[in-house]
């Protein structure tokens, strides 16, 4: 039988130290081949180390959180056959003297529990095995050639300077929260340890020349992480639009119009008074639902929901158009009911009351449910075009954007008019392209001519 030493791999260019984050064995195991035995983490990735023989475990050569220097051994295994250790470096000495030492210590740098069987600066080949970096005489602290002599009971360590400007800080993920706390700015500290690696010491030097230092350097990274849960409305939110996103093929159309005539027409509308009749302001919209129940009666397939595990398309003869609602809580869809039933007034006055209970969170769950095509509008913030998501299992929605006043040609010169985008979304697997874009020139037809409207 003999012994079989595992060192800690190099595990990405530029990497001298990884924090051990996971021990998948215990002394005693008895493990195989390409068998997992832990996870160490580098600011770049948490990486498994495999074992790269059978045997059992004889030792393990640091703690959960502990930092290895690369090349350090981390696992002793009793193998068939002769191993990789000769007898007179036998880890005994190891096992019973540096690793507890090393263990009783917080891991950083030098004083890690990373251990290296090279021989000790006593110039010793065999015998008893010592940590390197480690005095010979006295187990209390490692000694590092970098270390200048102590003064007054005090070892001063030389710092490097500062890393070159937009160069990533070495530093484990202890270091960094430590870091956080304290306020300090790791771009600005000299790191001491292997490669230039930030230390505990070295934050405690940093911090020794005055806090004021660490602040002083002007703009510093915010790292902070705050965890929020996703719950109630916005965690239904996220359900919906993942399950439209995954399951429902979006194809989108965007078309520009010239709503000049449609916003006379609704200014005009808005100024009349009908024997003192309390009338809602017009908006777009309720123009709008009416042109799309115009032309839907052209294009019934697009006023549908898809039941695609059935393979079956519910094709529905009152249009239920939902208006997509920003609300404190979040964005919700209160349904006007039977739109094709229902004249311009009478759309707006739905709009208005439908909206209000939607941000007061009065809607019923009756309110909520049921449309068979979605208008989503952004207002005044519109934007030029959107790429709406689909309401699940619908197979279309209206998307409005802004509306502005853009110089138009008319065949002899530029005239002011207001233009406006609809960018449309349709379920491919229904919906052809031809069919949609049909269906939303139809649509532009109407409002740029919004008599049509009005028109059987």
């Not at 130290?17 to 493990?31: N, P, R, S, T």
């Not at 006593?122 to 003064?151: F, L, Q």
């Not at 996703?230 to 996220?238: D, N, Q, S, T, V």
Request: charged content about 25%; some cysteine.
């Amino acid at each position: 039988m003999g012994e079989y030493v595992i060192k800690l791999p190099d595990v990405g260019e530029g990497v001298a130290e990884a924090e051990l984050v996971e021990w998948q064995v215990k002394v005693g195991d008895l493990v195989r081949e390409d068998a997992v035995l832990a996870a160490v983490m580098t600011d770049k990735a948490t990486v498994e180390i495999p074992s790269p023989v059978d045997g059992e475990i004889l030792w393990l050569g640091a703690e959960i959180g502990d930092t290895v220097a690369i090349g350090s051994p981390i696992v002793r295994l009793k193998v068939a056959g002769e191993g990789n250790v000769s007898a007179g470096e036998a880890l005994e000495d190891v096992t019973a003297e540096g690793t507890d030492d090393a263990r009783a210590r917080p891991s950083s740098g030098l004083e890690s529990s990373s251990l290296n069987l090279a021989p000790s600066s006593s110039g010793s080949s065999r015998g008893s095995a010592v940590p390197h970096g480690y005095d010979a005489t006295s187990s209390e602290r490692p000694v590092d050639p970098r270390d200048e002599p102590e003064d007054d009971g005090v070892r001063s360590r030389v710092s490097s300077a500062p890393r070159p400007e937009g160069e990533k800080p070495l530093a484990s993920p202890a270091i960094r929260l430590r870091a956080k706390e304290a306020g300090v700015d790791l771009r600005q500290v000299a790191g001491t340890g292997p490669a230039g690696r930030i230390q505990h010491e070295d934050i405690e030097a940093f911090l020794a020349r005055g806090p004021q230092l660490a602040k002083v350097f002007g703009l510093a990274r915010n790292e902070a992480v705050e965890d929020i849960k996703i719950i109630g409305l916005r965690r239904k939110i996220a359900e919906k639009m993942a399950l439209a996103k995954s399951r429902i093929p979006h194809i989108t159309y965007v078309e520009e119009i010239d709503v000049t005539a449609l916003e006379d027409l609704r200014a005009a509308l808005n100024k009349e008074k009908r024997g003192g009749a309390e009338r809602p302001k017009l908006t777009l919209l309720p123009f709008l639902m009416r042109a799309m129940v115009r032309a839907i009666a052209d294009h019934p397939n697009i006023n549908a929901l898809f039941d695609d595990e059935a393979g079956i398309i519910h094709q529905h003869g009152g249009v239920h158009i939902g208006i997509a609602a920003q609300t404190p809580s979040g964005l919700v869809v209160p349904v006007v009911k039977h739109a094709e039933a229902r004249d311009i007034w009478d759309c707006g006055a739905e709009v208005v009351r439908l909206a209000e209970a939607a941000k007061s969170g009065t809607a019923t769950r009756d309110e909520l449910s049921g449309s068979t095509i979605t208008i989503t509008s952004l207002g005044a913030m519109g934007g030029v075009a959107t790429t709406p998501v689909i309401n699940h299992p619908e197979v279309a929605i209206i998307g409005v954007n802004k509306m502005m006043v853009r110089p138009v040609w008319d065949g002899t010169q530029f005239i002011p008019r207001k233009m406006m985008n609809l960018s449309s979304s349709f379920d491919h697997r229904v919906i052809d392209g031809w069919d949609a874009a049909v269906f939303i020139q139809r649509i532009k037809t109407m409002l740029e001519t919004p008599a049509l409207i009005f028109v059987d």
